[in-house]
């Protein structure tokens, strides 16, 4: 089936460890994101990509690290994790970062951090 | 940067219609949608608006005023399955930005 997929689908870790978190999308997306999102906060944007190649920053890109060797594929790695950093991450592509593309979302990982 | 406000909850009785408003304040403004996203699982696209007006899709409708930074979902002849968070996102420089997202309860 068509789609992203993310893994894993939770992870408790213990703080100061590294972890990655994994993202594939099989739809050919160009564009790819990764949010972080949090109760009565909503949908933050972390960090994003617009082509295999290029990532940039978004809103809460603090501790946090992205790359994109390939169209499929956009891990985010949380170097030395904090408590704070406990969330539910989604990762997301798009067509194109452009109007008129929908953006769809990976199921989700849930990170606690303690 | 942007500013993205909903409202928190509404709440609404099976059969009956809900507006869901949504304010916003981009620096660069490339389009608006609508998403649906039921506790526990991933946001799902619901509608899009770049030039305003409304656009309709079966019981969905939403509506577009870039000049006044104003968008509004209309929820139709409201279902139990319709309780969930609804979140507006704004197309701002190419970078999708959310709001915190307005939960819907349907009441029987």
């Known amino acids: 089936i068509a789609g992203i997929t993310q893994a894993p689908t939770s992870q408790i870790l213990a703080a100061g460890r590294r972890m990655t978190l994994r993202c594939t999308q099989d739809?050919?997306?160009?564009?790819m994101y990764w949010y972080r999102q949090d109760l009565g906060l909503g949908l933050r944007l972390i960090h994003y990509s617009n082509t295999a190649g290029t990532t940039g920053k978004g809103e809460v890109p603090d501790g946090y690290s992205v790359s994109r060797a390939n169209t499929d594929d956009f891990p985010l790695t949380l170097a030395s994790a904090v408590p704070s950093q406990t969330s539910v991450y989604f990762c997301?592509?798009?067509?194109?970062?452009?109007?008129?593309?929908?953006?769809?979302f990976g199921q989700g990982t849930r990170l606690t951090v303690v | 940067g942007q500013n993205i406000d909903q409202p928190t909850e509404m709440t609404a009785t099976e059969g009956a219609i809900v507006q869901i408003n949504c304010t916003y304040q981009t620096s660069g403004f490339n389009g608006l949608f609508w998403y649906q996203q039921h506790a526990g699982e991933a946001p799902t696209f619901l509608s899009y608006?770049?030039?305003?007006g409304l656009e309709e899709k079966g019981r969905f409708s939403s509506f577009l005023s870039r000049s006044k930074g104003y968008s509004y979902l209309l929820l139709k002849e409201l279902q139990m399955k319709d309780s969930a968070s609804y979140l507006c996102a704004v197309n701002n420089d190419y970078k999708l930005s959310f709001g915190a997202g307005t939960t819907v309860t349907v009441r029987a």
């Open positions: 997301a592509s798009s067509a194109s970062q452009e109007v008129n593309t929908e953006a769809f």
């Open positions: 608006n770049v030039l305003d």
């Open positions: 739809m050919r997306h160009n564009a």
